[in-house]
């Protein structure tokens, strides 16, 4: 196995539909998501685990593709959150970043409603 050739089709996939979805936000806040969505793209580190591990595991845990597919885009819009707020923290207090809370809440509503697609309330996943 390629841990990151093997699966690059289905990658593409979540990241494409991942802008597709930013791309319905606000007009004052789609450039910068559609920035932040491709800032990251394509980059081969550490980041990329948050899409390619679902594809990892599927096998492991008899998932079909489009499961595999929705989990990568629920955790893409969750690693784009924790990004956010991550720029958050570091900006310069004198640099307007106005735009990136809502941005990040955006993101963050993405990730739980995907996520919410596989685990109602009651799963004992939301307290893990």
Known sequence: MHPFCDFSADVEWVLETCKKRVATYPAALRHHGLANVNKFRGRRNFLDCAYYLPFWLQDAFELDQNTCRLIALGNAFGQHYFLVQDEVMDADPEE????????????????IATYRSFFDSRSPFWEF
């Open 96 to 111: 307007y970043k106005g735009h990136l809370l809502p941005l990040g809440n955006l993101f963050f509503l993405d990730f």
